[in-house]
């Protein structure tokens, strides 16, 4: 099983993000893709979940409307998009494959907010 993210990206306040995380190793849509993302000094914080399968979303409070997951199972990659990007959205993001428990993460993926 593997989970490969996407590079890591700079991008001005105000802008927008997208970030890949491409499955391999298992059947795609047997498993829930979460987002989670870790602040510089912070812990680990949740931002929701996909099902590949049939594309239903959760959203941790906080980024509701501001966050969008997205999978294709064309290619087994599953997305988040981030928008309206601010200084606080410096982080780590990483995606992580779930059923039950959290049991595989993508390597992670450095978005820097900055002008």
């Known amino acids: 099983v593997q989970l490969v993210q996407s590079g890591a990206e700079l991008r001005d306040p105000g802008a927008s993000v997208k970030v890949s995380c491409k499955a391999s190793g298992y059947n795609f849509t047997s498993y829930y893709i979460n987002w989670v993302r870790q602040a510089p000094g912070q812990g680990l914080e949740w931002m929701g979940r996909?099902?590949?399968?049939?594309?239903?979303?959760q959203y941790a409070q906080k980024f509701q409307g501001r966050v969008t997951f997205t999978a294709d199972t064309s290619t087994n990659t599953s997305y988040v998009d981030v928008s309206s990007l601010r200084a606080g959205d410096t982080a780590v993001y990483y995606c992580?494959?779930?059923?039950?428990?959290?049991?595989?993460w993508g390597q992670g993926t450095q978005v820097t907010v900055s002008s």
């Open positions: 992580v494959r779930s059923r039950g428990v959290y049991d595989y």
């Open positions: 996909i099902d590949p399968e049939d594309g239903g979303t």
